[in-house]
Structure formats: C-alpha cells, structure tokens
C-alpha cells in the first residue's frame, strides 16, 4: 500500500525557516511527479509546488517563489521542502501529494501542521 | 493563478444524487483530466478520480466523474450521510505550469 509520512512542522516565528519532510513508500518514487499542497485553517486546498521525476523541472505557486524550495532524494524515497522567510499567511497544514493520483492509493499523506507566529 | 470554479455548497436529500461541478478553461480542465477529491472534517483528502475519470480500487461506484468542454462534474448517486464532506476538484493547468484546484463544494446530505 502507498504511504506518504509528512514531519518537519512546527511552530516557528515570522521570518524563520523549516524544512519539511515525506518520505513515501509503496511505490516507486524515482517515477513520478510529486506535490506539495497546503490547507490554511478553516480553508481550502492551496497547491504550493511540484517537482518532476527526476527532480529536473519545479514549479511553485507565486507567494513562495523564492522562498520555498521543493527537492527530492530519489535514492532515500523523500520529498522535502524548504520553507524560508516564513509569513503569517503560511500558516497551514501540509500535504504531501502525488496529485494526480497515479502513484495508487492513498495519494495524499496527513499533513504536517506549520504555524508561523510571533 | 489559476482557479477552478466550484459551487460553494450544495444539499440533496438522503439516497437521491448529486452533481458537483468543477469550471475551468482551456489550458486545465479543458485538455487534463480533472482529479476529484473528498474530505471529511480532520482528515486529509481522498483520491475519488483521475485520469480520464478514472475511480481507485476501494471507491463506491456511486462516484462517478464526467466532462464536457471546460467543465468536469462528479455524480454522485444514492447519497448515504458519510457522504457528507467537502469536495475538491484539481486539474494541471499547461498553461502556467500549475496545479488549479476549486474552491470546493460543501455536500450536505439532508
């Protein structure tokens, strides 16, 4: 069965930084394309940003360009993000997520909560 | 960016069907298969289709999604209170290299 564990969340002040963490399993990682997709309180889904099989394209949504930074470890079955210069409005909870729905199911894990406050 | 369009709710009487639909254009949902998914209250979204209306292994037949045009819409027949949950519809946009996903519909099961 697929598997997608998120960590990394936490509470950090504005201006800070944290790195996110999925590591997934029941599938073979190396093959797909991979998201992460975030849930403010009480809102709706917020894609944040994809990374290609191999790690070779990555796209964001406008508000985290430059801050954000989605990689992936191919070799240790992991996806990461790099969050920096963190923002009040980046409070949320984070999914890691083949979107697409191709890897098998369940496709999305349960979320690492970020809370950015002073 | 882009955004899909979603009804924000919609109610329906126990065992009847409902359809939720999900607006975009050319460069998403027009030309992509749309992803539609469900969430309860705390938990994480729940794959329902994909690809070509696709439906993962585990899911009732009563989901079943459709498109014509810029307009993908999921029926969902017989509804049960479990059915009862927000849902999402997603498609990538070839255009701006990104995810568009729908406001979400509030489904109540009355």
């Known amino acids: 069965e697929v598997q997608l564990v998120e960590s990394g969340g936490g509470l950090v002040q504005p201006g800070g930084s944290l790195r996110l963490s999925c590591a997934a399993s029941?599938?073979?990682?190396?093959?797909?394309?991979m998201s992460w997709v975030r849930q403010a309180p009480g809102k709706g889904l917020e894609w944040v940003a994809s990374?290609?099989?191999?790690?070779?394209?990555?796209y964001y949504v406008d508000s985290v360009k430059g801050r954000f930074t989605i990689s992936k470890d191919n070799d240790k079955n992991s996806l990461f993000l790099q969050m920096n210069s963190l923002r009040a409005d980046d409070t949320a909870l984070y999914y890691c997520?083949?979107?697409?729905?191709?890897?098998?199911?369940?496709?999305w894990g349960q979320g690492t909560l970020v809370t950015v406050s002073s | 960016q882009a955004g899909l369009t979603q009804p924000p709710s919609v109610s329906k009487g126990l065992r009847q069907t409902a359809t939720l639909t999900c607006t975009g254009n050319?460069?998403?949902?027009?030309?992509?298969?749309t992803v539609w998914l469900q969430q309860h209250q705390g938990h994480p979204p729940k794959l329902l289709s994909y690809?070509?209306?696709k439906r993962p292994s585990g899911i009732s037949e009563r989901f079943s999604a459709s498109s014509s045009g810029n307009t993908a819409s999921l029926t969902i027949t017989g509804l049960q209170p479990e059915d009862e949950a927000d849902y999402y519809c997603?498609?990538?946009?070839?255009?701006?290299?990104?995810?568009?996903f729908g406001g979400g519909t509030k489904l109540t099961v009355l």
């Open positions: 997520a083949n979107v697409d729905g191709i890897v098998g199911t369940p496709s």
């Open positions: 029941g599938f073979t990682f190396r093959n797909y394309w």
């Open positions: 990374i290609k099989e191999d790690g070779s394209q990555k």
């Open positions: 050319n460069n998403n949902v027009g030309n992509q298969g």
């Open positions: 690809r070509n209306n």
């Open positions: 997603s498609a990538w946009d070839t255009s701006l290299n990104v995810w568009a």
